[in-house]
């Protein structure tokens, strides 16, 4: 073959081959590739090597999977308490409404109490779609005074359920029982008493209120 005929075939190449150099982009290790043949050997399959960013996202999504371990450990649910919310509002004690028998109310932060009394009445919503609810009780004692007792459940394993409680004593020689009377009350001269008592701990939410009507007396405010 002639060299005039080689000139002529080599003439196309050379032409075609520099759009592919231009074109191609910047290659892994920060080096312009100018090698069409470099350029063109792909992996099989047509797949890619993943580039720096997503090295980047592997190596995050691996440092956060303590904290997604921790967090799932922290939102981990208790099998016991949610048996109890399923029951909702049933309670575990509610056969021992008007029974006779020794109670141990739990208080956080102070004594529990411990009596010889009955359940008069508990309270407990229908349902706890939150995983949270409020159960309310009313005990009185063998001695004539009211226990008070909220208590605020959660189906969270490593969160603690929250009790709280107070005692009303009729006597009036029993000071710290007695609630502070507002000046419309010292006014009327009307002696404290343990419903009062029982709206002053609960207040009049809508646990309360069925609470109150459990208790079969009137928790109305009377007006003329």
Do not use: C
Request: avoid cysteine; hydrophobic fraction near 35%; charge should be negative.
């Amino acid at each position: 073959m002639s060299a005039e005929h080689t000139e002529e075939l080599s003439e196309p190449r050379v032409s075609t081959s520099l759009p592919i150099s231009v074109s191609v982009s910047v290659s892994d290790d920060g080096r312009n590739s100018t090698d069409g043949a470099h350029h063109d050997a792909a992996p099989k399959g047509g797949a890619t090597r993943p580039d720096s960013a997503d090295r980047r996202k592997e190596s995050a999504s691996s440092d956060s999977a303590p904290d997604k371990k921790a967090e799932l450990a922290a939102s981990a649910v208790s099998i016991a308490k949610l048996q109890l919310q399923e029951r909702l509002p049933a309670l575990d004690d509610d056969a021992d409404v008007g029974v006779q028998k020794e109670h141990t109310v739990t208080r956080d932060g102070k004594a529990d109490l411990r009596f010889s009394g009955v359940l008069l009445a508990s309270a407990a919503p229908a349902s706890a779609p939150e995983g949270h609810w409020q159960e309310y009780r009313v005990y009185q004692t063998n001695g004539g005074k009211h226990v008070f007792s909220k208590v605020t459940r959660t189906v969270l394993e490593k969160e603690d359920d929250t009790h709280e409680a107070d005692v009303f004593d009729p006597s009036p020689s029993s000071v710290p029982s007695q609630l502070i009377r507002s000046a419309r009350e010292l006014a009327r001269a009307r002696p404290l008493t343990w419903m009062d008592a029982a709206v002053a701990f609960f207040g009049y939410d809508p646990l309360a209120k069925a609470l109150y009507r459990k208790l079969s007396v009137r928790f109305e405010e009377e007006i003329s």
